[in-house]
């Protein structure tokens, strides 16, 4: 059966933020109310074109005005129901009061630290002109470089205020985020100084990319994807140490890679140094079973579109990774890659269901192939965390979630892999590696002020 219920959700709920378009829904209505130009012509009479100007710049002036009171004060509220939310210990205890966040909006993710969002908007809004535009209301990307910048505020204000409990760990999806999709870093791409800076700063930082080539030969593919900032490492004053605070998480949390001074390049890391207990424990057949029954799911899927011709797509098989990806300049249709992987999703959570497995597993649409992977981010940023700090007694140990920054591009609740790093650390939701740059400028600048 299709119902109504199902045919939005398939068509929508997939690609939306929840939580993103219910606060543009709350800027919409001082828009509506406050933002009209035609009100103040009614009445009016203009000498000749001067006067109109000068009247119409003050009267511009004052709208924006009203407007950017009115947006502000919406993100007041929106900052109280988030401390509220924190306060009440983020997701609804057994028996403890619901937060009114929660009950608004109940996909909301977990929010690690408070979010001072009038400040973020002022900050957009000089770069945006949000309150200065009459015809088009504050849109889903404006409030998402908002939520970033109250993000990257909040990091830095805690950083600066107290010498424990900081941002220690920064870690970056690959492609979108730190290079074009495909692509690789080069040593002139603006994100490397940035990267070289951070890393001077004392902080980790990791790739963590679905992207998967296991073991010490995996350490030359990752060499060749981020080469720009590998050669800029070895070229720069960084310690020792420094250099070493650069690992890459691939295949979301299946192979772990940590740069070596030695080898002045990446060395893989056995998974038994630092696979979480729940990892150790999932079962290789189910494992096995998974893969197999995806594999099957795949092939028939690729028949259904026509797909299945050599000259258009091929399916790669890996250990823990299964994807569907285009050959020969071939482009797989937006909504092929939309409908294999949430199909794959939904076939997934039913071979857990049937496995009655605690396996974490992925699907999503590259933008260019369809993936499945076993683990997920959520879990390669956790690895991280444990394993930094598996020497316990290091001063920096333990980092926590909120001490924790992930940066990418796939956040949409389905179909989408840097999602899932909700559950392991604050994020910050880019849409192109130039947006990386930004936010890390930010960054570095909030943290120097
Ligand atoms: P990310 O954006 O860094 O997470 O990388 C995602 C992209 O990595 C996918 O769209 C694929 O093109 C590529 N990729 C290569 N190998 C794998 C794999 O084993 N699993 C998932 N994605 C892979
Ligand atoms: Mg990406």
Known sequence: MTSRYRVEYSLKS?????????????????????????????????????????????????????????????????????????????????????????????SVGTFFTPL??????????????????????????????VLNTAQIMALADIYKDDTIKHLK????????????????????DPVVARLIELLHAGFFIGV?????????????????RLKGLVDAMNESTLSIQQRQNLLVMGGESN????????????????????????????????????????HRHMINIRKKFSLDDESKTSIVRKERSIGIIPVNGFKILREHLE?????????????????????????FNGGSDVWVDIGDKALGVESLQSYLCRDEWLDVCPILKSETLHVGDQFASLGAND????????????????????????????LKS
Not at 117 to 144: C, H, K, Q, T
Not at 257 to 275: A, C, K, N, P, V
Not at 341 to 360: F, H, N, Q, R, V
Not at 419 to 446: G, H, M, N
């Open 169 to 188: 760990l920064i870690t970056f999806d690959g492609d979108v985020t730190l290079y074009d999709d495909g692509k690789s870093l080069m040593k002139d």
């Open 14 to 106: 997939h690609r939306r933020d929840e939580f993103i378009e219910w606060i543009k829904a709350l800027l919409a209505v001082p828009f509506v109310l406050h933002s009209d130009v035609e009100n103040f012509f009614h009445g009016s009479s203009f000498g000749d074109v001067q006067d109109y100007e000068e009247f119409m710049k003050s009267k511009e002036f004052e709208i924006s005005k009203e407007c950017q009171k009115r947006y502000y004060e919406v993100f007041e509220d929106v900052e109280s129901l988030i401390t509220n939310t924190i306060e009440l210990g983020n997701r609804s205890q057994a028996n403890g009061p619901v937060p009114r966040l929660r009950k608004l909006v109940p």
């Open 116 to 145: 001072p969002l009038p400040r973020a908007f002022l900050a957009e809004d000089r770069r945006r002109g949000i309150s200065r535009r009459r015809f088009v209301s504050p849109s889903f990307n404006d409030i998402r470089n």
């Open 255 to 294: 192979y772990l890679f940590r740069y070596s001074h030695e080898l002045q390049t990446f060395r893989f890391i056995d998974g038994e140094d630092w696979f979480l207990p729940l990892m150790l424990n999932w079962n290789k057949d189910h494992i096995e079973y998974m893969m197999e029954n995806i």
């Open 339 to 363: 409908e294999i992987s949430l199909s794959c999703s939904g076939k997934l959570t039913e071979l857990l269901l049937e496995l009655a497995s605690d396996i974490k597993v992925c699907a």
């Open 208 to 224: 963590v990319t679905a992207a998967g080539y296991p073991g010490q030969q995996g350490s030359s593919q990752y060499y060749s």
């Open 419 to 446: 999602f899932k790093a909700r559950l392991s650390a604050c994020t910050a939701w880019i849409a192109s590696p130039q947006e990386t740059v930004d936010i890390l400028d930010d960054l570095l600048a909030y």
